[in-house]
């Protein structure tokens, strides 16, 4: 085809997608807030991102992706002032070709802790090692272009940091209520491996590409109701850049 160039750069526009990642920040719980020394909490997560990614045709794409994610937080309230996680789950973005594994970790540190209010700092790293979008080739003989199949192979590391404004109400003997909200800054760095292969001549071509935040400035609020000594449950939501929802079941022991 004498316009199959033509039809690799739509491809390309066309199979270019935008991540959106960011960490699930969590309550501020310490080992003086549940008396526990550990918890493991289910969470779903659902939210979508401004991103830019540079694409295969060197062009800056700018958008927004959705995402759904279902993740085991494994938390160690390790003493009063500082609680550390890790954890292991699925994404799931769209477009997709299914989903991809997820690991991460994320440290909470408490700064101030009155009846007043509460102030801790957090950091996070969040890890997916291969997440793949897959498009078919065909021939447009009408016009006279050939579009290639595609297969587009992505990996990337979301790190995140930022500060926790919180409030404990001891609701009765058991129950403990904790309202939070904050500030976060993360950064994406994914790196995009591109394969097309083209339908009638069976030329293969690969390149390479990137993607990052477009704003990596976000804030989110949340609420965490510790039930009793066994069971909790949490919601979150983050706003400016992102837009998610997270809600989250917890078993302490």
Known sequence: MNRCAA????????????????????????????GKSGSVEV?????KRDIEQQG??????????????????????????????????ATDSDGSDGSAALVGGGLKLSLHDSQAFGVSLFAAITYVPEIEYKRDGFIDYANQLEYPSSLQTE??????????????FQMDEKSIITPYAGVMLSRLD???????????????????????????????????????????IRV?????????????LSLFF
């Open 56 to 89: 295969s045709d060197g062009n800056l794409y700018l958008g927004e992706q959705q995402e759904d994610r279902v993740i085991a937080r494994l938390n160690y309230h390790a003493s009063t002032r500082a609680s550390l996680y890790v954890e292991a789950g």
């Open 43 to 47: 969470y779903y997560e659902k939210y």
């Open 190 to 232: 994914g790196d995009e491996d591109y394969e097309f292969t083209y339908p009638a001549s069976g030329r293969n071509i690969r390149t390479t590409g990137t993607l990052e935040d477009e704003d990596p400035f976000s804030a989110f609020a949340g609420l965490s109701l510790v039930m009793n000594s066994t069971f909790g």
């Open 236 to 248: 979150e939501g983050r706003f400016v850049n992102q837009t998610s929802v997270s809600a989250g």
């Open 7 to 34: 039809g690799l750069a739509v491809i390309i526009a066309t199979t270019v997608t935008q991540f959106s990642q960011g960490a699930d920040v969590g309550a501020p719980l310490y080992l003086n807030t549940i």
């Open 155 to 168: 990996s990337y590391y979301e790190f995140s940091g930022g500060l926790i404004l919180s409030k404990t």
